[in-house]
């Protein structure tokens, strides 16, 4: 048993010692000063009923006094506060996950199969917080930070078929439905129709905002995009929580970006802050104009960083946070999210504290039993 002022008992215990030592001089000292001997009590000592009067009042005054001390020494042991040592179980820490998205059309098929597998992640979500950034030009919180899952989810699956709507404009339709030739087939124009109609409806929500000033500040800026989703947590720096952003991008800036910050910079920042990013990368296809992923691919126009360049830049700053990267098409999308979910960042800790509990129980217990004691011995020794 620890104490938190455990100097109260040897002190106290010294005071006790010399004032009880007092007390019972005192106390014999005075015995007869205000009373009166009497000679030939013989008679009255072998009485019954004296007899069990003197043994009663002993006795009581034995227990009194015992009570008394008891109490004292039960007094002091609540000043000196007991108490132990526990290791307490404050539950898990809970985690912040970031969607930190790239709406360029190349990422589409990558976009579109992530958010597949991170639907069904939610599901599996219990106390921790999901959010949805999506960046261009200009950062978007699609989904602010929150744990109501189904609002995530409907949210999500809106993302999703935006995606999906996109590369069924180029694949079924043919190049994303613009220009669309007066040859397509009567029975696909109904549903070119719908399907246009909707796309445009969830473009205005997703895209477009993203895309303000683009002519004047570029495209692709992941930097800015990084930065803006980091500061975009919660109570940021006042909540012990796993912070966590899955960087879904091509590392590519548009020749003519004027981004705000770098990646670099804004790694710098998440590293500084605890919160690690994992890359995931749409891989070689966006840099092979032979492969055209959905008929679109960057060449030397539209950037200044080849797949080797860009790979090597985004590993080397996701690993400052701690995080890592992951290709698609080297990974497949279940496998990269499968693989993120088991990485140290991600995984579920225990909140293990060591925490003083005061014990105050038996303190607490002696002295209500010598309180007892005391009343019941007091009313016995005076009837």
């Known amino acids: 048993m620890q104490y938190h002022n455990p100097y109260i008992l040897p002190i106290g ?9 007092l007390f019972r001089v005192l106390m014999r000292r005075r015995a007869f000063r205000k009373g009166r001997k009497v000679a030939n009590t013989a ?10 009067a003197r043994r009663t009042h002993r006795i009581t005054s034995i227990i009194i006094e015992l009570c008394l001390i008891a109490g004292i020494f039960a ?8 108490y132990r040592t526990e290791n307490l179980n404050q539950g898990v820490r809970k985690r912040d996950i970031f969607l930190c998205m790239d709406n360029g059309i190349y990422l589409d098929t990558l976009n579109e199969e992530l958010l597949d597998e991170l639907i ?3 599901d599996g979500l219990e106390g921790d917080r999901f959010g949805v950034s999506i960046y261009c030009a200009h950062s978007l919180l699609y989904v602010p930070m929150t744990d109501d899952y189904s609002y995530i989810k409907k949210k999500l699956e809106e993302l999703q078929e935006y995606f999906r709507l996109v590369i069924k404009l180029d694949q079924v339709y043919g190049a994303y439905g613009w220009n669309l030739s007066d040859a397509l087939p009567e029975s696909m124009k ?12 969830l473009r205005a929500e997703i895209v477009t905002p993203t895309y303000i000033n683009a002519h004047r500040k570029g495209y692709f800026l992941i930097g800015d995009g990084l930065a803006s989703c980091m500061y975009s947590f919660p109570k940021f720096g006042a909540e012990d929580r796993s912070r966590i952003v899955l960087l879904s991008t091509e590392n590519t800036n548009d020749v003519n970006a004027n981004p705000v910050v770098k990646l670099d910079e804004a790694c710098d920042l998440c590293a500084k802050n605890k919160v690690t990013v994992f890359g995931l990368f749409r891989g070689e296809k966006a840099f092979n104009n ?9 060449s030397s126009l539209e950037t200044d960083n080849d797949y080797a360049t860009a790979r090597a830049d985004l590993e080397k700053n996701v690993k400052k946070t701690g995080g890592d990267i992951y290709e698609y098409g080297v990974m497949s999308v279940s496998e990269i999210i499968e693989d993120v979910q088991k990485q140290k960042a991600m995984l579920v800790d225990e909140v293990i504290v060591n925490k003083d509990v005061d014990q105050p129980r038996i303190p607490v217990l002696v002295l209500t039993v010598a309180l007892v004691g005391f009343a019941i011995a007091s009313a016995v020794k005076g009837g």
Not at 13 to 21: D, E, L, M, P, S
């Open 13 to 21: 215990g010294a005071i006790f010692i010399v004032a009880y030592i």
């Open 290 to 298: 032979t492969l055209k992923p959905n008929n679109v691919f960057i």
């Open 75 to 82: 007094s002091m042991g609540m000043i000196a506060r007991p």
């Open 190 to 201: 109904e549903d070119f129709e719908t399907d246009l109609a909707r796309h445009e409806d």
């Open 43 to 52: 008679l009255l000592e072998e009485n019954e009923v004296f007899r069990r």
């Open 120 to 122: 069904q992640v939610v």
